[in-house]
């Protein structure tokens, strides 16, 4: 069934070395492309990416590398800033997480001012993190230390949530800014109100496999899902905290998902990377079966367009695009 599925990607892009993470920004850049940064040994290169489905001119896909920052070790998360601009003064912002349990606060003009803030505070590896996205003037991590902390740019610790298992995923809600979500290994999904820190909501995946990655539907909240063991779950929060669709999805376990933003509809999820590639398999919630599987040597990360129904993921030596059709 599932072979006439596969496809190679609609476009690559060659790059120098493994990339490990890659995030489109969800956020306007202010100019008709679209930024892109990934990451991986030591590096993060920000670019803009312009489609020929957004530009007849373009012949597949246009990437401009804007700037490769040093970053002194493995970047292993990556989460964009909504003050990251392309007119007016082109303003470039983001924060990664790294092995050695810090967060670094990147800032820079794209010319001569280049700023990094390092924070510390989280006890083990950080699993993800997100800015806030109204302003773009906190940013919330979580990690194997069993708690998710909310930073300001300044690099100070303005709260922590204690969880009670690894914290996997950290989404927030995309109008209300004291609205958090934070999914831990365990298997539980809370909502926090982050006026009181205390959790107003909790879902439930309802069986045991680690729970590795969730994803807030962020044009539909009231849809949320996540990768457990081999499935991926569904919610409608508003009805149950049990998931209302769960099926089975990689064979080699699942490590992330994410909901397409152009269409609420659509989500992706990728397989553990193996040892020569591993699997994106991008999914219609009207289907049973996976609309298009890709495959990515060595691949990590994952992440959609804020437009099209475009996902890209890393891999060796390269960027792969996969175009779906809405």
């Excluded at 020569?276 to 691949?299: A, K, T």
């Amino acid at each position: 069934m599932q072979e006439d599925l596969t496809r190679s990607p609609s476009y690559t892009v060659t790059c120098e070395d493994y990339v490990h993470v890659v995030e489109f920004s969800p956020f306007s850049s202010g100019s008709p492309a679209s930024l892109l940064a990934y990451g991986g040994n030591q590096y993060v290169v920000v670019g803009t990416c312009l489609f020929q489905e957004e530009d007849m001119e373009v012949d597949g896909v246009q990437f401009n590398a804007l700037r490769a920052f040093h970053h002194d070790l493995r970047v292993d998360a990556l989460a964009w800033s909504p003050e990251s601009r392309l007119d007016r003064i082109p303003t470039i912002r983001f924060c990664t997480a790294a092995a050695d349990r810090k967060l670094r606060l990147l800032t820079s003009d794209l010319q001569d001012q280049n700023e990094v803030k390092v924070m510390e505070g989280h006890g083990s590896y950080i699993n993800h993190l997100v800015f806030e996205p109204t302003e773009g003037k906190q940013i919330a991590s979580v990690s194997d230390d069993h708690t998710c902390r909310l930073w300001d740019l300044d690099g100070n610790e303005t709260a922590v949530l204690r969880l009670r298992s690894p914290g996997m995923s950290v989404c927030w809600h995309p109008q209300d800014v004291f609205k958090l979500m934070v999914a831990e290994k365990k298997g539980t999904i809370r909502f926090y109100d982050l006026v009181t820190q205390q959790a107003i909501l909790s879902l439930d995946c309802g069986h045991s496999g680690p729970l590795m990655s969730a994803d807030w539907c962020l044009t539909n909240t009231i849809k949320v899902g996540a990768v457990v063991g081999n499935d991926w779950l569904i919610w409608d929060i508003t009805r149950s905290s049990y998931p209302q669709e769960k099926r089975p999805a990689h064979k080699d376990k699942a490590r992330l998902f994410r909901w397409s933003i152009a269409n609420e509809n659509l989500f992706a999820t990728t397989g553990c990377p193996g040892k020569i590639s591993s699997q994106v398999f991008i999914h219609h919630l009207g289907h049973p079966q996976p609309i298009m599987i890709g495959s990515s040597s060595v691949g990590s990360g994952l992440s959609w367009h804020r437009m099209l129904p475009l996902c890209v993921v890393g891999g060796d030596r390269k960027l792969c695009f996969w175009m779906t059709e809405m």
